[in-house]
């Protein structure tokens, strides 16, 4: 059997329907899953094939893709049903699963005063607790991970040893006699209390005054806060230096996260889930959350408690909470207790802390709805380390590096993609550290020994000259936008040729230019440039993707051309650059060329559009101006601006937007409402976006559509060119296990040199 069969309880459950039903027989974990050999009577076995797959009997983190059945000669020594629990022939891999969610039953016997867990916060069993954050080495056993420094008391040895209990071999399992305590200390690290009820007790009281707390979790601490408090709210950012990125909210149920946002079936579930993601949802009009929580979006960002500890401190009367990663603007989330006081203590009132140690950092994941199923933004806890599968194994072990913003990497061993957790932003140089340190570490867990490395083509990435450090291993660089088409292709067990469509900030072109808005051709083997928005000009570098006057002067001046004067635009410039001198500077630069690049990004546009709408001047987080301009755009709109269509022989086609940004500009100053010209501006992308396809299919006959790149983040712009791409036709494919932004990267590198690489077959 593969699938999710391996570290889930699936041994047991089956050692389990076997003993029930008379067979002898043995179950092991090898290299691509669980195998049974099994004999008894016909019927029997007829029946324990039915139960292992219809779902009853199987453990509930078990996902079986697979199901080969063989017949044997009958070994007549065999006389009984035994779990082999070395793992002879099968990989480490195996083991070490994702960080999962406490379970109903822990919760319920969290909650029964007759249970010696009652009130425990560090309840788990073989179906939930923490998994990968606390996991130093291989093989996954209690020794190599950090609950080595607890001894099992007697029951819970007992409940460990127990094939039929739930806790069978749940590395973790504890008790409050013999497992981790919490205890709640003030910002000096002052112990306030060690007694857990009174821990919780006092943890709710201060949050409930409109304190600070920096609570650690599974993969990390957060920084918590009564989320009804706009002034404790408002005192957060301040201490966190997190002026405007919304923070992500908790609650204890499905029906109080209704009190503030639109929660649907679909969005239920993934609350709900194992896993336990940050999910955005739509705002409620009427929520009680403090506004400065999530300024300038349409969404709230809600996860539900996913640890034992959390539930006991919402039984305190907590509706919901802020729960914002442990961290000072973009350093590494906070894992350990000494440094979270030396880092967090001007920011935190108080502790509440364990003596559990998270081992590997994991952020909170985020997923949100795109064409009315999940789409991931962030891939972390609860869904690393598993695998994504390929169809066919590579032969040679691969490293792929990733991009160097929102990055993640990635393995490739046999037909196995390992993607790493979110690492971050590696132009911070502590960020940088731990992707070198998590590198290791996942290499150590998954026995990787990479022999080709592949990464991007910007020749100023960190993680590309890490990649090109690389000792012993043959290199191959990567273009970004392929890399983001690849990892649609992979993801649906696909080698291509499609039509790609990357809508996406930065990438680092062939030509050497900054590409975004673009058309490829391209398989796992090969790509060709088939179209790009025409080319503009930035200025200064890295500048030009915060500051949003400088792709403004660059588009006013290809839209109005020599008709373009400074003064004419003062009534615009004005609003977005108040300093009167930066505008004359930079538009001095891009007549001159001097410090400029071209550029296709889409990224920048959505950037400009929404600071003549007047949302904004500056990105302060990544994508802060195109998420606003997303959340103004008035639906039912169906209007779009002219664009211009250029397709010279031998070249790429081109679309322009000049007449756009004519048209645009004009709507302002007739005073059309905002709302009214990003949703004007959104489907005049899409219908850029649908030209590429349809010219493309023309040419090529090729009607498959891979989708992907920061941009399509946007889920008024994805939603929109999905329908009308549908309603022309075309098969649509998108991410879905992985960010379509650049966390995505990595997975696309890795199918990439997977395909390059000779196969087995
Ligand atoms: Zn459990
Ligand atoms: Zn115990
Ligand atoms: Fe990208």
Redesign the pocket.
């Known amino acids: 059997m593969t699938g999710r069969v391996q570290g889930v309880g699936f041994r047991p459950a089956v050692y389990k329907i076997a003993r029930s039903l008379n067979l002898s027989g043995i179950v092991y974990n090898d290299t691509k899953g669980v195998t049974v050999e099994s004999q008894g009577e016909a019927e029997n076995i007829s029946e324990f094939l039915t139960r292992l797959q219809s779902g009853a009997d199987k453990p509930p983190l078990a996902e079986i893709t697979s199901c080969e059945v063989v017949d044997i000669p009958v070994i007549e020594s065999e006389t009984e049903f035994v779990i082999e629990m070395s793992d002879a022939n099968g990989t480490p891999l195996s083991q070490v699963t994702a960080d999962i969610a406490t379970c109903r039953d822990c919760l319920s016997e969290m909650a029964d005063k007759e249970d010696f867990r009652y009130g425990y916060p560090f309840i788990n069993c073989t179906n939930c607790g923490p998994r990968y954050s606390i996991v130093k080495t291989i093989p996954y056993d209690r020794p190599n991970t950090t609950m080595s420094v607890f001894k ?2 007697d ?2 040895a007992a409940q460990y040893k127990d094939v039929r209990d739930r806790r069978f071999h749940a590395q973790p ?3 409050s ?3 981790p305590q919490i205890l709640l200390m003030d910002n000096t690290g002052k112990s306030i209390s060690t007694q857990t009820e009174r821990v919780i007790a006092e943890t709710a009281k201060l949050l409930m005054a409109g304190k600070i707390i920096a609570i650690k979790g599974i993969g990390g601490f957060h920084l918590a806060v009564d989320a009804l408090n706009s002034q404790a709210v408002q005192l957060l950012r301040r201490r966190k230096k997190r002026d405007h990125k919304p923070f992500a909210l908790m609650a204890a149920s499905i029906e109080r996260i209704k009190e503030y946002a639109l929660v649907d079936r679909a969005a239920g579930q993934i609350l709900s889930s194992p896993q336990s993601p940050i999910v955005l949802l739509p705002k409620k009009p009427d929520s009680q959350i403090a506004p400065s929580v999530a300024e300038g979006v349409s969404t709230y960002g809600f996860m539900l408690c996913y640890a034992p500890l959390h539930y006991l401190l919402f039984a305190q009367n907590i509706k919901v909470l802020v729960m914002t990663s442990g961290n000072i603007s973009d350093e590494p989330l906070i894992c350990k207790n000494d440094k979270a006081l030396e880092r967090l203590g001007d920011v935190a009132d108080a502790f509440l802390m364990h003596d559990r140690e998270i081992y590997r950092q994991v952020d909170d994941s985020i997923l949100h709805f795109v064409d009315e199923q999940p789409a991931f933004l962030r891939r972390a806890r609860g869904y690393v380390p598993t695998p994504i599968l390929m169809e066919k194994s590579c032969r040679a072990d691969i490293f792929a590096a990733g991009a160097d913003l929102k990055n993640t990497f990635c393995f490739a061993r046999q037909n196995q993609l390992i993607c790493s957790e979110h690492i971050g932003d590696l132009e911070d140089a502590e960020v940088y550290h731990h992707y070198i340190d998590s590198v290791e570490h996942l290499r150590g867990l998954f026995e990787v020994e990479p022999k080709i490395v592949v990464c991007d083509l910007h020749p100023g990435y960190v993680s590309t000259r890490y990649a090109l450090s690389m000792p012993d291993a043959d290199i191959i660089q990567v273009q970004h936008h392929w890399a983001h088409i690849a990892s649609v292709l992979v993801e649906h067990g696909l080698e291509g040729p499609v039509i790609g469509l990357s809508a996406d900030g930065t990438g680092y072109g062939t030509d050497g230019a900054i590409w975004g808005c673009e058309c490829l051709i391209a398989s796992l083997e090969k790509f060709e440039r088939f179209g790009h928005l025409s080319y503009y000009s930035l200025a200064g570098g890295d500048k030009a993707s915060k500051e949003a006057i400088r792709p403004v002067l660059s588009l006013l001046m290809k839209a109005y051309g020599s008709k373009f004067t400074l003064e004419k635009f003062d009534w615009l410039l004005e609003r977005i650059e108040p300093d009167k001198g930066r505008p004359e500077t930079i538009f001095e630069q891009l007549e001159k060329g001097i410090n400029c690049v071209e550029t296709s990004s889409l990224g920048r546009v959505f950037d400009a559009v929404a600071a003549i709408l007047g949302l904004g001047n500056y990105n302060h987080f990544d994508a802060q101006l195109p998420m606003a301009l997303e959340a103004v755009a008035a639906p039912n709109i169906d209007d779009y601006y002219q664009i211009e269509s250029f397709s010279p022989p031998g070249e790429p086609h081109r679309f322009g937007i000049a007449k756009t940004f004519r048209q645009l500009i004009s709507d302002v100053q007739t005073g059309i409402d905002a709302g009214v010209i990003s949703a004007k501006f959104h489907n005049t992308i899409s219908e850029i976006l649908r030209g590429f396809a349809v010219i493309c299919r023309s040419e090529t006959k090729l009607n498959t559509v891979a989708m992907s790149g920061g941009v399509f983040c946007n889920r008024y712009l994805i939603n929109r060119i999905v329908n009308l791409l549908k309603q022309d036709g075309f098969s649509v494919l998108l991410n879905r296990n992985v960010p379509s932004n650049d966390g995505g990267i990595a997975l696309g590198q890795a199918s990439i040199a997977a395909k390059l690489t000779p196969h087995d077959l």
């Open positions: 099992m008391c029951k819970c399992v504890a008790c006699a013999c497992g």
